[in-house]
């Protein structure tokens, strides 16, 4: 065996080693830069007006694990940034995550001119139907309830309401 063949896969290791750990670093902490939700929109926000799109992608992404109870917004931002990006799959995949979770999108969230990336592609349009079916699912199981304290109509357990149907803060 040539001497030459350890060297060079220990090499090789190193190598894949070190790049491993440069890319750890790049990797922000979001968790200690981003402790709330609030402060995660934040940035979010900043990084949609300077159109680096694939750093917000990669916050969302974050964002779905540590805030599951917002998964509608941030699946739903997932999705436009890969729109914004190309990686339409990616985006779609993000819709369908936030599906399996029990979260639908109205066709007037689906269908808005910001979703014109997805416009001919087969899955996406996939995950608009399936959105709907489950929208349509819930709607027929929905069930007003009577408010107790004023005995109209509305959300069980509402903030009470003003005269003028304005919930009060």
Do not use: C
């Amino acid at each position: 065996m040539n001497k030459r063949v350890p060297l060079i896969i220990l090499a090789i290791l190193l190598a894949a080693a070190f790049r491993t750990a440069a890319l750890e670093k790049q990797t922000p902490d979001y968790e200690s830069l981003y402790p709330t939700y609030e402060k995660m929109r934040e940035k979010l926000g900043s990084l949609f007006q300077e159109k680096k799109f694939a750093d917000a992608a990669s916050l969302l992404e974050w964002a779905l694990g540590k805030f599951p109870e917002k998964t509608h917004p941030n699946a739903f931002n997932l999705g436009l940034v890969y729109g914004q990006t190309g990686e339409l799959q990616k985006g779609v995949d993000a819709l369908q995550k936030a599906l399996d979770r029990g979260v639908f999108y109205g066709p007037w969230e689906l269908g808005s001119a910001n979703w014109k990336p997805y416009a001919a592609f087969p899955p996406f349009q996939k995950i608009k139907d399936a959105s709907e079916a489950a929208r349509v699912e819930a709607e027929k199981k929905a069930v007003l309830a009577l408010d107790e304290r004023s005995g109209r109509p509305g959300l069980a357990g509402s903030p009470p309401r003003s005269r003028w149907g304005m919930t009060r803060r």
